[in-house]
């Protein structure tokens, strides 16, 4: 069984990326994968600074989310545009988990044989769209395999409805993100 984490670059109450990340682990769940879900607000961590990591270690929360990568075959990332990027949480949470926390730890353990599906909502018409670009750019980089698809949801304050999406074309769209990655990690196992 592919196991599967979904997590969004926002923190925000009522986050639209966090619903949309979830919508698209519900299409990967209904096809059996296991998915975990969470959000960064529950693990808090302190901007990447070499400095602080050299006199404290990895903090508590970046500790547990670098493991919760690690259990995991794929991810599911769904990320607000913030000035034509992903969101600071987001890169400090991927930044923390990169770091190695033994002398003989491959770098970017964490990320090593990973496959992701990158999705945004945003309030603007574009949805997000520029932000996924950076995102797919960093998450190639770290080593992670993109997949080629990828949704952008605009207008997001009157694109969710009881953590639905309005518009039942792409609501399907979305959770066929989550499908696809279930079935690409289970033709690899």
């Given at each position: 069984?592919?196991?599967?984490?979904?997590?969004?670059?926002?923190?925000?109450?009522?986050?639209?990326?966090?619903?949309?990340?979830?919508?698209?682990?519900?299409?990967?769940?209904?096809?059996?994968?296991?998915?975990?879900?969470?959000?960064?607000?529950?693990?808090?961590?302190?901007?990447?600074?070499?400095?602080h990591?050299?006199e404290?270690?990895?903090?508590?929360?970046?500790?547990?989310?670098?493991?919760?990568?690690?259990?995991?075959d794929?991810?599911?990332?769904?990320?607000?545009?913030?000035?034509s990027?992903y969101?600071?949480?987001?890169?400090?949470?991927?930044d923390w988990?990169?770091?190695?926390?033994?002398?003989?730890e491959?770098?970017?353990?964490?990320?090593k044989?990973?496959?992701?599906?990158?999705m945004?909502?945003?309030p603007?018409?574009?949805?997000?769209?520029?932000?996924?670009?950076?995102?797919?750019?960093?998450?190639?980089?770290?080593?992670?395999?993109?997949?080629?698809?990828?949704?952008?949801?605009?207008r997001?304050?009157?694109?969710?409805s009881?953590g639905?999406?309005?518009?039942?074309?792409?609501?399907?769209?979305?959770?066929e993100?989550?499908?696809?990655?279930?079935?690409?990690?289970?033709?690899?196992?």
């Amino acid at each position: 069984m592919s196991k599967i984490l979904a997590f969004s670059g926002s923190s925000r109450k009522g986050s639209f990326n966090q619903q949309l990340v979830s919508i698209a682990a519900r299409g990967a769940q209904a096809l059996g994968s296991e998915i975990t879900i969470i959000n960064l607000a529950d693990y808090p961590m302190p901007i990447f600074c070499q400095d602080h990591e050299t006199e404290h270690g990895m903090p508590e929360f970046a500790s547990k989310f670098k493991q919760l990568l690690l259990e995991h075959d794929g991810l599911l990332i769904a990320s607000p545009e913030y000035n034509s990027s992903y969101s600071a949480l987001l890169k400090n949470t991927l930044d923390w988990a990169s770091r190695a926390t033994t002398p003989d730890e491959v770098p970017l353990s964490a990320f090593k044989d990973k496959f992701a599906t990158i999705m945004s909502a945003s309030p603007g018409g574009l949805g997000g769209i520029r932000g996924l670009v950076n995102l797919r750019m960093l998450l190639a980089n770290m080593g992670v395999t993109v997949m080629p698809e990828q949704v952008a949801i605009g207008r997001a304050f009157s694109a969710f409805s009881q953590g639905k999406l309005v518009d039942e074309f792409k609501h399907h769209e979305v959770r066929e993100l989550g499908a696809s990655l279930h079935l690409l990690l289970e033709r690899l196992k």
